[in-house]
């Protein structure tokens, strides 16, 4: 009888370090601009980044836009400030803490780290960015942003059936009375472990997903191997048996002179299963269903550098022999409706403006 290891394990992919910032999911976008990364993506997670800040109000990309996806900030430890054009306002938050924006239709903010001495390494910010992708009808929402600073905590044990306490799982995005609610079931958490321990991390099978390796050894699902590498992403295998419904970890007994400890990032969500297409313009980054909506909304960005609405008001567009449509003024959905109604008419059509 074979025993039942869970999710097996497709591959162990190492980071791609440039500056303080590691690549660990993501590449290059529809141009070949940006960072060239093995890992293009896990569906859902289109991009994932790590760095250590240890200077104040960096990283200086100031205000930029996201559009078409979800963006969760990993506060592991520090303070960061962020500011975003839906609230108009700043906000400083300390880890370990998230920030979760839902781009959706688009908007622009800015984030920065917060030290007030530089010498002392304990203020400096050590963050994950995570993006995950939406589907297309979560692309035509309004923006919205969510903080969590009271994170929950959960514990870690050596089996399904309540065994020992073997650590702590830390839920930055899902696990129970988890604040932050997203538009497709995502869980991130961060796990600290005991050396010289086995654990079952609860997973859906249907759900894909990834670990980050930070500190210690450990061996993950079926892999032989132990991974003692920082930033190493090990990526789930895709599985149709329900019965690999969890992650098992079996850390490395520690030496006097090793942690007594492993930690690492579990992420894991809804597989969404379309096709997206990346742009990266404004230090941001834009995202669409093909290329030419990506190329036509990047430029639009890059020239009026908004996607807030002109005045913001409703306004009526009459379309000749499709009836009335009330949308906001100068907004993005405005310029994706008319781009459509464009590429999809077979000849010239009126449109009447009713304020």
């Not at 997206?276 to 290329?291: H, Q, S």
Request: with cysteine; aromatic share 6%.
């Amino acid at each position: 009888m074979m025993t039942n290891i869970g999710r097996k394990i497709a591959s162990c992919v190492p980071a791609t370090n440039k500056g303080h910032i590691s690549r660990l999911i993501g590449t290059t976008d529809i141009d070949g601009k940006g960072t060239t990364h093995p890992l293009d993506q896990v569906d859902p997670f289109m991009l994932l980044d790590q760095g250590t800040i240890s200077k104040d109000s960096k990283p200086a990309f100031g205000s930029h836009p996201h559009r078409g996806h979800s963006v969760v900030t990993l506060l592991l430890q520090g303070q960061i400030k962020s500011w975003d054009s839906v609230t108009q306002e700043t906000t400083t938050i300390e880890g370990p803490a998230s920030y979760w924006v839902d781009a959706a239709s688009g908007l622009f903010h800015d984030e920065s780290s917060v030290i007030l001495d530089e010498s002392d390494t304990d203020q400096h910010a050590v963050v994950f960015q995570l993006w995950m992708s939406v589907k297309e009808e979560d692309r035509r929402k309004p923006p919205s942003l969510q903080y969590d600073t009271n994170l929950p905590v959960g514990v870690l044990k050596n089996d399904d059936s309540g065994g020992d306490v073997v650590g702590s799982i830390r839920y930055f995005v899902g696990g129970e009375n988890t604040v932050i609610k997203t538009l497709h079931p995502i869980m991130v958490g961060l796990v600290t472990q005991q050396s010289g321990t086995t654990a079952r991390i609860p997973i859906d099978s249907k759900f894909g997903g990834f670990v980050v390796h930070i500190d210690g050894n450990a061996t993950y699902g079926d892999r032989s191997d132990a991974t003692c590498t920082k930033n190493d992403v090990i990526v789930f295998a895709d599985t149709t048996n329900e019965a690999e419904d969890f992650l098992q970890v079996t850390t490395m007994a520690s030496s006097p002179t090793a942690a007594t400890s492993c930690r690492y990032l579990v992420c894991a969500g809804e597989k969404i299963g379309e096709q997206w297409y990346k742009k990266l313009v404004v230090n941001g980054a834009i995202i669409a269903k093909d290329p030419n909506e990506a190329r036509e909304i990047a430029a639009q960005v890059e020239m009026d550098k908004s996607f807030v609405p002109v005045s913001g008001q409703l306004v009526h567009l009459n379309v000749e022999g499709r009836g009335l449509r009330a949308i906001s003024r100068g907004s993005f959905e405005m310029i994706a409706w008319l781009n459509d109604l464009k590429r999809s008419a077979r000849e010239k059509i009126k449109i009447t403006l009713c304020e």
